[in-house]
């Protein structure tokens, strides 16, 4: 009995990966759970340079989810090298570095730097779908051949697994992820956040001061299976599910959808020892239903005719 | 490893049709809060609610907020009833630091008066000399000022109605204390953010040390997702500010630190 699961070539002893953005670089919520139980952390966002992120507001709460606009508030790629790397390796989780640029350019240098480090990084998530900043990621993630020429080019200078986080806010997330699979990616996750917006009938103006955020929970869990389905038809490279995740029978409905693994966000954002339970939770389903490898559901949905 | 308790609301005392104190049974918050420091209380909705820590009770195990409807998530935890059960993260944040302390100029306002109750208590217990300036709309909401008054002999108030205390608002009264009373007193200052960047001016302005309890909109409360940050002034070149948490940096803050 095994809950197990691979990524391509990435190996992972559980299906759980915590998604970018919603865990730091792991030091909060290791004092909620054992990180070492979980498949992968995700790090939060990185770009070549620190960012302070949006100002003012930057959550509304929505029904069954909220919506944010922190806009890639990080220390940067050099200060993540030095002092966040080793505390995420030292964790027991795989670890999975999400890099977002605001250009092709940034994207490649912070690639350069991370691959030197290869031996203690389990995969390169290439964030081409964050909402909230104006440059890059979403615009990039936004047009199949785009995404193509840029992990192509990404491809040829590291030997990373290089996983591409995809937007919903588009017209075809299987053409974009087509784009990714044609550039040489080795994964997909899907998906990051919608776009979404709150307003304050009284000043009538956007709640958050980015004016529009990223709409995450369990809001969004139909949206992201159906997309994850749409993806498991068009590639043959594995797909990462996100999206709205809050309990085992979700992760069950994702991996049957087509997902390989998951990643739990905005759970463990009410919920920060969440994660851990679910993995516990899955080996007990497993046990309980005799089934051998959780890694054989991947895929298994049968459509109606 | 910290856990998200399940917790039984044991006490519900209204201060107004608006406004309760709520006390909790939860071993685990009542023996290490401190002072300043919240907790993270669920409601009907998908967020937690935070809430300064009012008192705790270490022989009974209980802890207690004042929560006052300021939204729907309020306005349903305020629905609840003697017996419903709540889960909560806790206690989370920084408190205020009362080391080397010599004398305490505690000033509350709206709900910041919860957790300067709290450092009220605190004071008492361990005989720092305190005097306490609560503002408020009028007497109606004067809340606690009975057990602000049992509390602390130097308890004063304003209010903006002027049927209680000094009519105005906290800096009216606080222009009028004398130097020599403020010699060597730290100020705690919990309230609106107007109210807490003008009682900022004017304590740093007489060279007192003085902390600020921030608050924003947040969402996890320990720190991971970055939404609630608060900008804390830094001295680096080329940069005026950092974005701190304020659930997890904060919320206690040293006023001096705070760009308003």
């Known amino acids: 009995m095994s809950i197990a699961v691979k990524i391509g070539e990435v190996a992972l002893k559980t299906p759980i990966i915590l998604a970018s953005g919603t865990c730091g670089f792991g030091r909060e919520l290791a004092e909620y759970m054992d990180l070492s139980k979980l498949g992968a952390l995700s790090s939060k966002g990185l770009t070549l340079l620190p960012r302070d992120g949006n100002q003012g507001i930057r959550v509304a709460e929505t029904p069954s989810g909220m919506l944010n606009c922190v806009g890639l508030q990080n220390p940067g790629v050099d200060a993540f090298l030095e002092t966040e790397l080793d505390y995420m390796v030292q964790s027991g989780a795989g670890v999975v570095v999400n890099v977002a640029g605001h250009s092709n350019e940034d994207y490649i240098a912070m690639v350069e730097k991370l691959d030197p480090y290869k031996e203690k990084i389990d995969a390169l998530e290439l964030n081409f779908s964050c909402p909230n900043v104006k440059e890059g990621c979403m615009v990039i993630g936004s047009s199949p051949k785009a995404i193509e020429a840029l992990v192509s080019d990404l491809r040829k200078r590291t030997t990373l697994p290089l996983w591409v986080k995809l937007t919903p806010n588009v017209t075809s997330i299987s053409e974009t992820s087509k784009g990714a699979e044609a550039g040489g990616a080795d994964a997909i996750v899907a998906i990051n956040t919608l776009l979404g917006m709150a307003i304050d009938i009284r000043t009538r103006r956007p709640l958050l001061h980015n004016n529009s955020g990223g709409l995450s929970g369990p809001c969004v869990k139909p949206v992201a299976l159906r997309m994850v389905h749409d993806i498991y038809s068009a590639v043959k490279i594995p797909v990462i599910g996100c999206g709205g995740i809050s309990t085992y029978e979700d992760v069950l409905e994702f991996m049957i959808a087509g997902s390989s693994a998951v990643e739990l966000g905005t759970i463990t954002l009410v919920h920060p020892g969440r994660p851990v339970e679910i993995v516990d939770e899955l080996n007990k389903y497993c046990e309980e239903n005799h089934i051998d490898e959780l890694s054989s559901l991947t895929g298994t949905l049968e459509m109606w005719r | ?260």
Request: neutral net charge; hydrophobic residues 40%; charged residues 25%.
């Open chain 2, 1 to 260: 490893m910290k856990e998200e308790y399940k917790v039984k609301l044991i006490q519900k005392e209204d201060l107004g049709p608006t406004c309760s104190v709520l006390t909790f049974i939860c071993p685990e918050i009542a023996q290490t809060a401190q002072p300043g420091q919240f907790v993270n209380l669920s409601c009907a909705y998908f967020l937690k609610r935070p809430f300064g820590i009012m008192c705790v009770d270490k022989e009974s195990n209980t802890f207690s907020v004042g929560v006052r409807k300021v939204g729907k998530g309020t306005g349903k935890i305020l629905e609840a009833k003697e017996g419903d059960e709540f889960t909560v993260l806790g206690p989370l944040g920084n408190g205020f630091q009362f080391d080397g302390i010599k004398k305490l100029l505690l000033v509350g306002g709206g709900t910041g008066i919860f957790p300067i109750y709290c450092a009220a208590e605190y004071a008492k217990k361990n005989g720092i000399p305190c005097h306490i300036v609560n503002g408020y709309r009028s007497r109606n909401d004067a809340f606690l000022y009975e057990k602000f008054s049992s509390v602390c002999e130097n308890f004063d108030v304003t209010t903006d109605a002027g049927d209680l205390g000094m009519k105005g608002n906290v800096m009216a009264y606080l222009e009028t204390i004398d130097d020599s009373e403020l010699a060597g007193a730290t100020v705690m200052v919990v309230g609106p953010g107007i109210m807490m960047r003008k009682v900022s001016e004017w304590a740093l302005a007489k060279g007192l040390t003085c902390y600020v309890s921030l608050e924003q909109r947040m969402a996890c409360g320990i720190g991971a997702c970055l939404v609630c940050v608060c900008k804390i002034k830094v001295e680096k070149e080329g940069k005026e500010f950092v974005h701190k948490r304020c659930c997890k940096d904060g919320p206690v803050f040293r006023a001096e630190e705070v760009i308003w």
